[in-house]
């Protein structure tokens, strides 16, 4: 069974810092990987999408991933942190199967210290 | 431009309880699915549908029951409501080979 993991519960950066957050997945089979971003009490929105083309990927606000087969890994980064970047970060992975089923990280909570 | 509109938002249950929680989306996704959000777990599918007429169950269906009886709905229905239920619900739809769109979610109480 595909599985997702997030390393880092929470992570906290200063307003200007890089932001890396790791995920990596366990599939022998190329997946399609996304990134969603969840603000408080809201729903999930798409951040950014891997789906075999280029593997660096460019998304909304700044944020980017690369994806690495020989690591199984999606991480997501921005040069800058944003204030209005603090928010919960979900990665995902799918196998285009039919239902386009997500599987997820557990997730990793992003601070942005001022 | 409604997109996924989930009602209600909030909702308290006490133990034995049914009810439905409701989801419609505006955009012909034939895909569509329920997940419960929990603290640390990220979300975890319960049941999903490729179509009208076709559902399946995904990683935790136990204690909820799911229909789609047209493209545009998918009601999620718990039986009997109980504590282990309380969670955030997130009912999301997609088209093949593309990245699901999710609503705004239901945050369910059983006490």
């Known amino acids: 069974a595909q599985s997702v993991t997030q390393l880092g519960s929470h992570v906290s950066v200063s307003e200007g810092a890089l932001v890396l957050l790791r995920c990596n997945y366990s599939?022998?089979?190329?997946?399609?990987l996304f990134w969603y971003v969840q603000y408080p009490n809201q729903g999930l929105q798409l951040l950014l999408k891997?789906?075999?083309?280029?593997?660096l990927v460019k998304g909304i606000n700044g944020f980017e991933a690369e994806f690495k087969k020989s690591e199984t890994s999606f991480h997501l980064t921005k040069p800058s942190a944003h204030m209005s970047d603090a928010a919960e970060y979900f990665c995902?992975?799918?196998?285009?199967?039919?239902?386009?089923?997500?599987?997820f990280g557990g997730g990793t909570r992003l601070m942005v210290k001022p | 431009n409604a997109g996924v509109t989930q009602t209600p938002k909030f909702q308290v249950l006490k133990t034995g309880q049914s009810m439905t929680l409701q989801c419609a989306q505006d955009?012909?996704?034939?895909?569509m699915s329920w997940y419960r959000q929990d603290p640390g777990m990220g979300l975890r599918l319960i049941h999903y549908?490729?179509?009208?007429?076709?559902?399946d169950q995904g990683e935790v269906p136990n204690g909820y029951n799911v229909s789609r009886s047209t493209t545009e709905d998918f009601p999620l229905r718990l039986l009997s409501a109980a504590p282990s239920q309380t969670s955030v619900y997130f009912c999301?739809?997609?088209?093949?080979?593309?990245?699901?769109?999710f609503g705004q979610g239901t945050r369910l109480t059983v006490v």
């Open positions: 999301a739809s997609s088209s093949r080979g593309a990245e699901a769109f």
């Open positions: 599939s022998s089979v190329p997946p399609y």
């Open positions: 891997y789906t075999s083309a280029a593997t």
């Open positions: 995902a992975v799918s196998f285009g199967n039919a239902g386009n089923m997500l599987t």
């Open positions: 955009m012909n996704h034939e895909y």
């Open positions: 549908s490729v179509g009208a007429g076709i559902t």
